[in-house]
């Protein structure tokens, strides 16, 4: 399954690449697969969003670790609740690493970011009045780091050790640091606008109350 | 009052940048890097090294063993010719004669060495030995200053005196007296020779070996003198000061004088414009019909001066503990200086030498430490000249400043929201400027602190002794391993990487980025990138900014 072990982890053969892929696609669309009321506004909807952080992500590929996909999950699954922010995760993790390179960190990225999105559905970032600013800014400072985190476990090959793993971490600070940073500044910038566009969409829990309640009336 | 004291604080600390931009990275060093060096032990290099059959020719004194050494281009030792009676420091500048015949007979490919025991040796460039060899008169010591060839001789300065040697065999010639002399380099131009003495005589030789007292100055004349089109330049060395002066070269009249400080260099022409230089500044003189100062700018130098180009001049800069000077000339009212950084600070006299090897483009530093520093320049190949003012750094830096006072202003204002944007992006600005150094400083200082990896890599048994003790490369291609060694005073991962690569004749595919450069293919191999391990490890830094030690092995893997 995996023709060689590199600094970036073990390296997928071909058609490990594609049982990955097709589990992750997979995954996306059973996140996704819930009743709705409007799935073509819905899928267009989500599809522009994972489109456009994708594009977004891969645009500022040249920046070091100033990843607009962290913040991005963390108000979409605020915003949209777990399931759709994990999805939206999965695919902005799979189509970015199309154009920026795919490989077996793809999963861990796609676990990190769906993880994040999750999280921020259960911290209650969104208030009556919009975005919470000052819990979001922790929120995405602390995502930075679990993120980093997760992702830093796909260099474990069986040839690490653990001390060797610690150092790793130690020697990634820095970038850590930066992408703590930029996550503050696309909170602060862009949070309140970008939960706001969200805002107007119903989260996949609104909608099976809808669809419930619904046909408890039409019953 | 709590909102003002921060907001003065981010204020000053907009102050920061102009305190320390004296200590950015000169332009010379950023095109610029560290090759090898070669650690004679003992001893100074007083004058500049010469490249002669692809090898580095290095003359070394004031220790036990004078001697002159050649080295390969990357450094590794050919050969070695001492003179252990040799007295003080040997000043004379090496010499390099192309073979040639005329009537006094043929002679090969020459080196040759002046002494200060008054020996004249004519070496093969190609493996060190003696031709000819000759001694000269010796008065306290003998031969310190610059020679100079004619047809088929070669004309000697000596303790009291200038001589003429045949080239083919080192009989002399002719000897004409003249003062005692010290760096009495001689210079030669139609058909006269013009040398100096301690005493402030100029003199005029004719080629028959007839000396005539030219012109006679309050002070030294210490260098050979130089023909302008406005006169012969000498620059006569006081207690206190000098002066250049520019003189009718058949009559010695005085046509010009400038005044100088103590301690004169020697000067050097190129073209219309001469640089002279002492202990308190270098001036540049553009010589017409008359000469005239176009430039100063003070600087202690009192050795060679090296020309690189119409352009860039490099001057050794003769106090304790100081860089080097790389002076950038547009050959009309502009003379730049910036302190450039050779490893080899401190006294010294010889200019740098510069050649071209297999394309690459060398710069070599030695001066009294005995060290001999081998700068190339960078592998530019995918990287965006910069060599004048790099707009992008210049507009994040300004963005920085005008986000400084923003948030200063938004802050003592009260308004956080803005405040938080504001200094959000400064502080993403801030990290993307010093993340490559930030992070290279930052793994240093963990690998110092914390255990290294047990892991190593093991030395091959089927590599050549000769490569013990030596830097190693590896390249992993299509599933086979070669290996190169006997690499010595490469500082990092990539420098001996390009250095295997060439002798390898493999090509590199090199991309510049924001944390170094990053190798995308060897040899046409691209795969999904390349990394290394050194000795070992595997690397976490760009390659050129892991240093190696002089004997690591470095491993590249394609991912």
Not at chain 2, 354 to 361: L, P
Not at chain 2, 364 to 388: A, H, W
Not at chain 2, 446 to 473: K, M, R, Y
């Amino acid at each position: 399954m995996f023709e060689a072990m590199g600094v970036h982890g073990p390296t997928l053969s071909p058609f490990a690449s594609l049982v990955l892929d097709v589990a992750l696609l997979a995954s996306a669309f059973w996140l996704l697969a819930k009743p709705t009321k409007r799935p073509i506004m819905d899928s267009l909807f989500l599809a522009t969003l994972v489109l456009s952080v994708t594009l977004l992500r891969v645009v500022m590929q040249p920046l070091p670790n100033v990843q607009p996909v962290t913040v991005a999950a963390l108000l979409v699954g605020a915003q949209l609740g777990a399931r759709r922010g994990a999805a939206f995760a999965v695919l902005v993790a799979m189509i970015s690493n199309f154009f920026m390179g795919d490989g077996w960190w793809t999963l861990f990225q796609a676990v990190g970011w769906a993880s994040v999105a999750v999280a921020g559905s259960q911290l209650s970032l969104i208030t009556p009045s919009g975005l919470n600013l000052r819990k979001a800014i922790f929120a995405s400072l602390a995502a930075a780091v679990w993120f980093d985190l997760i992702v830093s476990f796909s260099i474990l090959d069986g040839t690490i050790g653990f001390t060797d793993f610690i150092t790793y971490l130690i020697h990634g600070i820095p970038f850590d640091l930066l992408h703590m940073a930029s996550n503050l500044a696309f909170v602060v910038w862009l949070g309140g606008w970008f939960s706001g566009r969200l805002e107007e969409q119903p989260t996949l829990e609104e909608i099976e109350f809808a669809v419930v309640n619904g046909h408890g009336i039409d019953g | 009052m709590f909102q003002r004291f921060i907001a003065f604080i981010l204020l000053s600390l907009m102050l920061l940048p102009l305190v320390s931009a004296n200590q950015e990275t000169s332009l010379w060093n950023q095109e610029n890097s560290l090759a090898w060096e070669y650690d004679f032990g003992t001893g100074y290099i007083s004058t500049s090294p010469i490249f002669v059959e692809d090898k580095i020719i290095v003359r070394t004194s004031g220790n036990s063993e004078p001697a002159v050494t050649a080295l390969e281009s990357d450094g590794t030792f050919v050969w070695k010719h001492s003179n252990l009676l040799s007295k003080n420091n040997d000043m004379s500048p090496l010499l390099s004669v192309n073979a040639g015949e005329g009537a006094c007979g043929t002679w090969p490919d020459l080196l040759l060495v002046g002494w200060t025991n008054g020996v004249i040796d004519a070496l093969h460039p190609s493996n060190g030995s003696v031709y000819w060899s000759t001694q000269t008169e010796v008065a306290g010591w003998g031969i310190t200053g610059a020679a100079s060839v004619s047809e088929d001789h070669v004309i000697y300065p000596t303790r009291r005196g200038v001589g003429q040697f045949c080239l083919a065999d080192g009989s002399q010639e002719w000897w004409a007296e003249t003062g005692l002399g010290w760096r009495n380099g001689v210079g030669l131009y139609d058909g006269s020779i013009y040398s100096g003495d301690e005493l402030g005589t100029l003199w005029k030789i004719d080629l028959d070996g007839n000396s005539t007292a030219l012109a006679t100055f309050e002070g030294k004349i210490r260098h050979a003198p130089q023909m302008t089109q406005a006169g012969l330049l000498v620059h006569v060395q006081s207690s206190t000061s000098s002066t250049v002066y520019i003189l009718d070269p058949v009559t010695g009249e005085e046509h010009q004088q400038f005044p100088a400080g103590p301690s004169p260099a020697m000067p050097v022409l190129n073209g219309k414009y001469a640089a002279v230089a002492d202990s308190t500044n270098l001036q540049m003189l553009k010589c017409d019909t008359m000469c005239t100062v176009v430039s100063q700018i003070p600087f202690h130098s009192n050795g060679e001066i090296g020309w690189q180009n119409e352009s860039h001049l490099i001057v050794p800069h003769n106090t304790p503990e100081s860089d080097w000077g790389s002076f950038r000339f547009d050959g009309g009212q502009n003379l730049t200086l910036e302190l450039i950084e050779t490893g080899i600070s401190g006294y010294g006299t010889a200019a740098p030498l510069w050649f071209s090897s297999n394309g690459v483009n060398y710069t070599v530093f030695g001066n009294d430490q005995s060290l001999l520093r081998v700068y190339q320049s960078n592998y530019r190949e995918e990287i965006v000249d910069t060599k004048y003012i790099n707009w992008g750094t210049q507009g994040i830096v300004f963005a920085a400043y005008v986000l400084l006072a923003s948030s200063a202003i938004f802050f003592i204002n009260g308004k956080k929201e803005f405040f938080l944007r504001t200094f959000s992006l400064l502080l993403v600005l801030i990290l993307l400027l010093i993340l490559p150094e930030l992070s290279q400083v930052w793994s240093e200082s963990v690998d110092q602190a914390l255990p290294e990896s047990s892991t190593s890599e093991v030395w091959d048994e089927q590599w050549p002794d000769s490569w013990l003790g030596t830097q190693v490369v590896i390249f992993e291609i299509d599933g086979e391993q070669t290996a190169f060694g006997g690499f010595v005073g490469y500082e990092n991962v990539f420098t001996v990487t390009k250095a295997a690569a060439e002798e390898a004749g493999y090509s590199l595919s090199v991309e510049q980025t924001g944390i170094g450069m990053y190798i995308s293919s060897i040899d046409g191999v691209e795969g999904d990138g390349w990394e290394y391990d050194l000795d070992g490890s595997k690397g976490r830094l760009s390659a050129d900014n892991t240093e190696i030690k002089s004997t690591s092995i470095v491993r590249w893997t394609p991912v």
